[in-house]
């Protein structure tokens, strides 16, 4: 795997060592991922779900996000979508923009570390 890939990804606090573990050492399977993640709609349906106050919706976007962090390494991301998931849960409407806004800026931290290396 590409060093300035590892380098920038541990700089967004990724647990690169971790994700290649669940990957099964695969790291052609991981390159392919961290591709596929560039992609991935996710983010943009927790962003529509959440402006259009769509709390199922976002709840599930949230989750799957949290779920999609925790696979790859993204430890602030997960940390950051799962205590989104928790707001949304308990209806916390007034403390959901702020902790999206944390999410945010995890996904586009980790969006602009892969871009930027691969």
Same mark, same amino acid.
């Given at each position: 795997?590409?060093?300035?890939?590892?380098?920038?990804?541990?700089?967004?606090?990724?647990?690169?060592?971790?994700?290649?573990?669940?990957?099964?050492?695969?790291? *052609? +399977?991981?390159?392919?991922?961290?591709?596929?993640?560039? @992609?991935?709609?996710?983010? !943009?349906? %927790?962003?529509?779900?959440?402006?259009?106050?769509?709390?199922?919706?976002?709840?599930?976007?949230?989750?799957?996000?949290?779920?999609?962090?925790?696979?790859?390494?993204?430890?602030?991301?997960?940390?950051?979508?799962? *205590? +989104?998931?928790?707001?949304?849960?308990?209806?916390?409407? @007034?403390?959901?923009?702020? !902790?999206? %806004?944390?999410?945010?800026?995890?996904?586009?931290?980790?969006?602009?570390?892969?871009?930027?290396?691969?």
């Amino acid at each position: 795997m590409d060093t300035n890939l590892i380098h920038s990804l541990t700089c967004c606090r990724t647990d690169v060592d971790g994700a290649l573990r669940r990957f099964s050492g695969n790291e *052609e +399977l991981y390159m392919t991922c961290l591709n596929a993640f560039l @992609s991935d709609p996710t983010m !943009a349906q %927790l962003n529509a779900a959440i402006s259009s106050s769509s709390w199922d919706d976002a709840f599930t976007a949230a989750h799957a996000l949290k779920g999609l962090a925790g696979n790859m390494g993204f430890v602030p991301l997960y940390h950051a979508t799962g *205590e +989104l998931v928790i707001l949304i849960r308990t209806g916390k409407v @007034s403390e959901i923009s702020e !902790a999206t %806004l944390r999410v945010k800026q995890c996904y586009n931290e980790i969006i602009t570390a892969i871009r930027e290396s691969i």
